[in-house]
């Protein structure tokens, strides 16, 4: 076994699926490194939605989490050469893109300004919501967007670091061992930094949840 | 929405899962393309910066960091040493000197030596080298070696020569002058100090500009002339032993004055500067004035004023 599938092998433990993925990603990296520039559309394609999600609930801005995947797709397409396949592709994009998102939270620390995106009435979601309205009720519409409001909020009262963890395990739904890849941390500091921040999300949303 | 109390709220896990439901409408991913489309085609025909070479042989050297820095701070804490032993002071040569009124030897040879600022002069093979023989003024010194017994006066006699340009050549000339082989027994003890050679320039310099305050100042150097009658006629620096009387110097007013001013002026001076700073720590110190300073500075409100 290679050093490369080792190393894959230490994040994608957990989930047969990813390892696939990231198989197949890396059919595309190749492609794209032997000079097929057009495979790197498929690439954009699979992670637009799932880069933007994550840059979204970091910023909880839509049209700074716009920028920031973009400026994730370049970066990533620029250095697509020094990219040896030792991690899954969707953490070493997701890497750059929290990497932007961190600096660019840092320079724009005091300006917080919040654009909302519509709130998809899923099937989770309308559960979600189902319990905590009246299903008549007439304003649904208010108390989601209230909902949406206090979720932000909560988040954006955490640290960055904490917000990154949250965000990519509960919202997202990354692995502990991924989001240690993503973030550059040990798998502890995941997990102490998941459990700092529950703890900080419940006391915030005490109302809403059951505690 | 239902009370706080409801037993059928979401856990928080379930609630935070409901960000995921928050998705941009098509009509975003149609602008979101063409957007990246531009900035990717603007990223690739942009010039890259002329550091951008720099950063990446930076990455390139990065694993080399370490060991390099640990070696870039071996190779400077040898040099700082070797620096350290290379600006070891060295003391300048003098030449002891232990004159009589006889014929000068080698007086080239020292001349040369001193000149070139070497080591020791190696008095005893000097002497036993041919000559020239003059009859000339001599310079009368003590040594510390000669007579363990002498003053601070008498202990820096010898080095005067050096430093007096008038003297220098009839002070060399009598440097060797009939040196013998049994009084240079012991030359090679004679301490040498960087700041006795110090001490004996400015004593030469003052001796020279003002050979009567000197003498007033109680200098056992004083001219004095041999009691050859030719070396008579010419003066010689000469240290009087220990058990000889100081010679007897007239003191005139003058020489009162300017040696009362040369002894009173510094300390007179250094005591007015230390009354002044002892009163400037006394002021900025006081209690009151730090109170006073401490009251300029107001808070109110939301305003910080400042009374002068």
Not at chain 1, 66 to 89: C, M, P, T, V, Y
Not at chain 1, 143 to 164: D, G, M, Y
Not at chain 1, 171 to 190: K, M
Not at chain 2, 38 to 59: D, H, M, N, V, Y
Request: proline share 5%; glycine share 4%; hydrophobic share 40%.
């Amino acid at each position: 076994m290679s050093i490369t599938t080792k190393a894959l092998d230490k994040t994608l433990v957990a989930s047969p699926e990813r390892r696939q993925e990231a198989d197949s990603d890396m059919q595309l990296v190749k492609r794209v490194q032997a000079g097929d520039v057009a495979a790197f559309d498929g690439l954009i394609l699979k992670y637009r939605e799932r880069l933007f999600g994550v840059l979204y609930n970091l910023t909880s801005n839509r049209e700074d989490a716009s920028d920031l995947a973009q400026e994730a797709f370049i970066k990533a397409f620029q250095s697509i050469n020094r990219f040896q396949g030792q991690s899954a592709f969707f953490t070493w994009l997701y890497r750059i893109g929290i990497n932007g998102a961190l600096t660019h939270l840092r320079k724009n620390r005091l300006r917080s300004f919040f654009s909302f995106e519509k709130l998809h009435d899923e099937d989770h979601a309308s559960e979600i919501i189902n319990q905590l309205t009246d299903k008549k009720s007439a304003d649904r519409s208010a108390i989601i967007s209230e909902l949406q409001e206090k979720l932000n909020e909560a988040l954006q009262k955490l640290s960055i670091k904490h917000r990154t963890v949250v965000t990519l395990h509960e919202i997202d739904g990354l692995s502990h061992e991924e989001i240690a890849e993503v973030a550059g941390c040990s798998v502890g500091t995941v997990r102490s930094r998941l459990h700092y921040a529950k703890q900080l999300l419940q006391a915030e949303l005490k109302p809403y949840i059951n505690a | 929405m239902k009370s706080p109390s409801s037993p059928g709220k979401p856990t928080l896990e379930s609630l935070l899962r409901v960000k995921r439901a928050e998705r941009p409408e098509p009509e975003f991913w149609q602008q979101f393309e063409s957007e990246l489309r531009r900035r990717q085609l603007a990223a690739t025909i942009e010039p890259k910066p002329w550091w951008l070479g720099f950063a990446a042989l930076s990455r390139k050297a990065a694993p080399f960091g370490m060991p390099v820095g640990a070696a870039a701070a071996l190779a400077l804490a040898a040099v700082v040493y070797q620096t350290g032993n290379w600006t070891t002071v060295e003391a300048p040569a003098y030449i002891p000197v232990v004159a009589s009124n006889n014929s000068v030897q080698n007086v080239s040879q020292v001349v040369a030596t001193v000149a070139d600022n070497s080591d020791r002069v190696d008095v005893k093979s000097m002497a036993a080298a041919p000559v020239e023989t003059i009859e000339a003024p001599v310079l009368v010194a003590s040594t510390e070696s000669a007579n363990p017994e002498l003053g601070n006066n008498e202990k820096i006699s010898p080095v005067v020569s050096e430093y007096i340009p008038e003297l220098q050549d009839t002070a060399f000339a009598s440097l060797s002058a009939g040196l013998q082989q049994d009084e240079l027994v012991g030359m090679d003890a004679i301490e040498q100090s960087p700041s006795k050679h110090y001490i004996a320039y400015n004593l030469a310099t003052a001796r020279s500009n003002n050979p009567e305050l000197l003498s007033t100042a109680g200098m056992n150097l004083s001219l004095s002339s041999t009691g050859d009658d030719q070396a008579a006629s010419s003066p010689v620096l000469a240290a009087a032993p220990v058990n000889q009387e100081p010679e007897k110097v007239e003191v005139t007013p003058r020489n009162a004055r300017l040696l009362a001013l040369v002894n009173a002026t510094p300390q007179t001076e250094s005591a007015v500067v230390s009354a002044n700073i002892a009163r400037e720590q006394a002021v900025r110190l006081n209690d009151d004035v730090l109170y006073a300073s401490a009251n300029r500075l107001g808070l109110g409100g939301d305003r910080l004023s400042i009374s002068f």
